[in-house]
């Protein structure tokens, strides 16, 4: 029997937490970008990065509290990119897909930015909104598209050595926030 997609969400969220991801639960729209300013001024998170097809009111919100190092949605060079990123305290992007059983967020990189704004900051802020969410990795491929690079993220970044002691945001963020709906 198939999940409906609110029991695949409830799957998702699950999963993010046993992962130490934070789900940040938004009633609408107004709701998220008042938690946004809110987090982005508790946290001190001055300086900001934006993958592509982030939402105007994510610029908004971010103008307001934050210096906008560098947005995907304009034209940045790799070198400008990484240098801004290195800087930044947060990355802010939007998820296109879900993956329930796993716990995954699914960012198809269509310009140079988007995987930098989710990787080398030490925070990263996933939107969700509108976001296709799958029950499977296998369902998720099917539908994607295969001219794209297809990031995959389960968690903040974490590692452990030989002797099995973990370490987190050795290879990317140590913290990750996921906006959605409630």
Not at 56 to 81: P, Q
Not at 94 to 116: F, K, N, W, Y
Request: proline share 5%; with cysteine; net charge negative.
């Amino acid at each position: 029997m198939s999940k409906s997609p609110d029991e695949l969400l409830e799957q998702f969220r699950e999963r993010q937490h046993e992962l130490s991801a934070e789900y940040i639960r938004c009633q609408d729209i107004e709701d998220a970008a008042r938690k946004l300013k809110a987090i982005l001024v508790a946290e001190d998170w001055d300086t900001v990065v934006l993958g592509s097809e982030v939402p105007d009111w994510v610029r908004d919100s971010c103008r307001d509290f934050a210096e906008l190092l560098a947005d995907a949605s304009n034209e940045t060079s790799n070198e400008e990119w990484l240098k801004a990123a290195s800087y930044a305290r947060v990355g802010i992007t939007h998820t296109e897909a879900l993956i329930a059983d796993t716990g995954t967020l699914v960012q198809p990189s269509r310009v140079r930015g988007d995987r930098m704004a989710s990787l080398i900051p030490p925070n990263h802020i996933a939107l969700i909104f509108g976001a296709v969410i799958h029950e499977t990795l296998a369902e998720y491929l099917g539908d994607a598209d295969p001219t794209l690079t297809h990031q995959f993220i389960t968690g903040p970044s974490r590692t452990a050595d030989i002797e099995k002691q973990l370490v987190v945001g050795v290879h990317g963020p140590v913290r990750l926030l996921i906006f959605g709906p409630d």
